[in-house]
């Protein structure tokens, strides 16, 4: 059965990082592109970042292009966020999904199969 976990979430003050995680387990990891969603209160689920199957192509929201770096390790299944420079405005619980794909990264909430449970990301004024 496949299975998410994200972890690494908490409460940061504006200006700080984080590094979220999500480990894999029950799929064949390598033949799926992953991706990263955020959901805050009284709003869509969003799509944040994106990696392909092998890792040579991301993909960024306009939001945290430049301050979030997306990467993943095959061999441990797992994908990380780093973030920096979080804003107020990135507070959200944040989600792990994945899909099978060998060519991009897809960016909508229903071309993912598969989600995590969740963590919750809060940045402080």
């Known amino acids: 059965q496949a299975r998410l976990v994200e972890s690494g979430g908490g409460l940061v003050q504006a200006g700080g990082s984080l590094r979220l995680s999500c480990t894999a387990s029950?799929?064949?990891?390598?033949?799926?592109?992953m991706g990263w969603f955020r959901q805050a209160p009284g709003k869509e689920r969003e799509f944040v970042s994106g990696?392909?199957?092998?890792?040579?192509?991301?993909s960024y929201a306009d939001s945290v292009k430049g301050r979030f770096t997306i990467s993943r390790d095959n061999a441990k299944k797992t994908v990380d966020l780093q973030m920096n420079s979080l804003k107020p405005e990135d507070t959200a619980v944040y989600y792990c999904a994945a899909v099978p794909s060998r060519v991009g990264v897809p960016k909508g909430v229903a071309e993912y199969i598969y989600w995590g449970q969740g963590t919750q990301v809060t940045v402080s004024e």
């Open positions: 029950g799929l064949s990891f390598s033949t799926y592109a």
């Open positions: 990696i392909s199957w092998n890792g040579g192509r991301t």
